[in-house]
């Protein structure tokens, strides 16, 4: 069970962006990884776009699922882990980060943030906590 991306997003007007992200790509070969990032930012980009104000959904991208929550005030996170990770889990992160990133981060930043102008450093320490680690492996 893994979590790959876990990323906050605005659903604006006339389109979404990144406003934040964290990746844990390092199971992926040397060469790959920026694809990988890539394609997770435009995969993120792509469901909140298609999903409704106020709706949570689960959908399955190759061999990824991809949780998205969109509220209502246009705030989004998406959670891109393998088919094992538990669905209830990925809400509950989802649920805690966009309350948090509201809380910090000022809703007038929203429609013109980007990752190099929001100020929010919780989201690697987010994905590095909810990795489920098989118990025969030590914590670092």
Same mark, same amino acid.
């Given at each position: 069970?893994?979590?790959?991306?876990? =990323?906050?997003?605005?659903?604006?007007?006339?389109?979404?962006?990144?406003?934040?992200?964290?990746?844990?790509?390092?199971?992926?070969?040397?060469?790959?990884?920026?694809?990988?990032?890539?394609?997770?930012?435009?995969?993120?980009?792509?469901?909140?776009?298609?999903?409704?104000?106020?709706?949570?959904?689960?959908?399955?991208?190759?061999?990824?699922?991809?949780?998205?929550?969109?509220?209502?005030?246009g705030l989004a996170g998406?959670?891109?882990?393998?088919?094992?990770?538990?669905?209830?889990?990925?809400?509950?992160?989802?649920?805690?980060?966009?309350?948090?990133? =509201?809380?910090?981060?000022?809703?007038?930043?929203?429609p013109s943030g980007s990752?190099?102008?929001?100020?929010?450093?919780?989201?690697?320490?987010?994905?590095?906590?909810?990795?489920?680690?098989?118990?025969?492996?030590?914590?670092?």
């Open positions: 069970m893994r979590l790959y991306s876990l =990323s906050v997003l605005y659903k604006g007007d006339p389109k979404v962006h990144l406003l934040k992200a964290a990746y844990d790509v390092s199971t992926f070969n040397f060469f790959q990884r920026s694809s990988v990032q890539e394609f997770m930012t435009f995969t993120s980009q792509l469901i909140v776009e298609r999903s409704e104000l106020g709706s949570r959904a689960s959908v399955k991208e190759q061999e990824y699922l991809c949780h998205v929550y969109v509220r209502n005030d998406v959670v891109i882990g393998d088919n094992e990770y538990p669905q209830r889990v990925c809400f509950t992160l989802l649920d805690k980060v966009l309350d948090e990133f =509201s809380r910090q981060v000022s809703k007038i930043d929203w990752p190099a102008t929001i100020s929010y450093a919780a989201l690697d320490g987010y994905l590095i906590k909810y990795q489920v680690r098989p118990a025969w492996r030590p914590e670092n």
